[in-house]
């Protein structure tokens, strides 16, 4: 009987964390569209904001973020810098990587949608406090790299 249970509430989990996934690449694509952008270019935007330090981030660095082909990312940033969102430049110390920055323009845009993000995060997370979310967040990327492991368990014991 415990096993049911626990099974039930692991099969609960999945299809909260797909509808989740799902209402989140739809908040996404609203973003995206208000830039006139992808929701995968409104990804890759929002990983270079995370990642970068000032000096730029490396298109391996954004494709590891989004879990993506570097190639998927190299494509799509090249799109961006015609749309004038991105700056790329090759590496100082190697220039066989190019580093990726947000121009002023697309700082703009984003920094524009600022008080509808926050209003939005508002009401997804309401019923949570700061130490809550930290907990989660914890339970989260605990759950994140035992799903690594079993997806490449699971690799393995097919090929």
């Not at 600022?114 to 700061?130: G, H, P, V």
């Not at 339970?139 to 097919?158: F, P, S």
Request: hydrophobic letters at 45%; charged letters at 25%.
């Amino acid at each position: 009987m415990i096993e049911k249970k626990l099974d039930r509430a692991i099969t609960d989990f999945i299809w909260n964390v797909v509808e989740i996934h799902s209402q989140l690449e739809d908040i996404h694509t609203c973003w995206a569209g208000l830039l006139g952008i992808t929701e995968p270019q409104w990804l890759i935007l929002m990983a270079i904001t995370e990642l970068d330090d000032g000096r730029g981030v490396a298109g391996i660095d954004i494709a590891n973020k989004l879990r993506v082909h570097p190639a998927f990312v190299t494509n799509q940033t090249k799109s961006l810098e015609k749309s004038g969102l991105l700056s790329r430049r090759p590496a100082a110390n190697d220039a066989r990587f190019v580093l990726m920055t947000l121009t002023e323009k697309a700082t703009t845009e984003i920094e524009k949608l600022s008080k509808r993000k926050l209003a939005l995060n508002s009401t997804i997370f309401n019923e949570f406090d700061e130490k809550t979310l930290v907990e989660l967040n914890a339970a989260l990327a605990t759950i994140a790299r035992n799903t690594r492991l079993a997806a490449r368990l699971l690799a393995i014991d097919v090929s």
